[in-house]
């Protein structure tokens, strides 16, 4: 089945210690991209990459960072995550091209205490 | 000012009703619009996707886009409560490397 999976679907962690939200698709898209989702502000790009090697920043890319080595995963890092990083999180994925749209993951609930 | 506004609605209707969902933009160069179907605990799913100005049908969706007047809508017929959702609509520019912008999406509940 098509599709993109993010790991964890729920976390709770403590203020500053690191962790990494995984993301994996198995479409061989190029493009993938890391979203946000906050009530009342909606999907917020945090960051995107066009290809393996090739990341940049999307409009809220603060205190997150990604890798893209293999054309398949696109982590998402938070090395010291806070409580404004409390949100849901969602890693989407889409081929070349402007005939598509993305396809997302489930999501990761993530909350920072 | 967001560049994709959107009312967030909630928006209740009856299950057979027309539904009319809306949203405005500000930047120009956006040129692909899309709408997407958000249930609730899952991921947001692609309904409708159209380049520039026009009309595009699938089954008893119609997306409809007004460049002059930057007003993107999608409209449902029928409606049944299976299309009970979050509604967001999104746009990006076609030198944007295709980083979506999303409005704040409306919640949509079709009653039986």
């Known amino acids: 089945e098509a599709q993109v999976t993010q790991n964890p679907r729920y976390l709770i962690t403590v203020t500053g210690k690191k962790l990494t939200v995984t993301c994996s698709q198995n479409m061989n898209h190029e493009y993938m991209s890391w979203y946000r989702q906050d009530p009342g502000l909606g999907l917020r790009q945090i960051y995107y990459s066009m290809n393996v090697e090739v990341t940049d920043k999307g409009d809220v890319p603060e205190g997150y960072k990604v890798s893209r080595k293999e054309k398949r995963n696109f982590p998402l890092i938070l090395e010291s995550p806070s409580p404004n990083q409390t949100s849901l999180y969602f890693c989407a994925s889409s081929p070349a091209g402007t005939d598509y749209g993305y396809t997302f993951g489930s999501g990761t609930r993530l909350t920072v205490v | 000012q967001k560049e994709v506004e959107q009312d967030p609605g909630p928006l209740s209707v009856p299950e057979g009703a027309i539904v009319s969902l809306n949203c405005t933009y500000s930047?120009?160069?956006?040129?692909?619009f899309m709408w997407y179907r958000q249930y609730s605990r899952k991921g947001p799913e692609l309904l409708m996707y159209?380049?520039?100005?026009g009309n595009k049908e699938d089954g008893r969706f119609t997306a409809q886009v007004d460049k002059s007047s930057k007003y993107i809508s999608l409209f449902i017929r029928d409606s049944q409560p299976s299309d009970s959702a979050t509604y967001l609509c999104a746009s990006f520019s076609s030198g944007s490397a295709r980083q979506l912008t999303f409005g704040s999406g409306t919640q949509l509940t079709v009653l039986p």
């Open positions: 159209t380049y520039s100005s």
């Open positions: 930047n120009s160069a956006f040129q692909y």
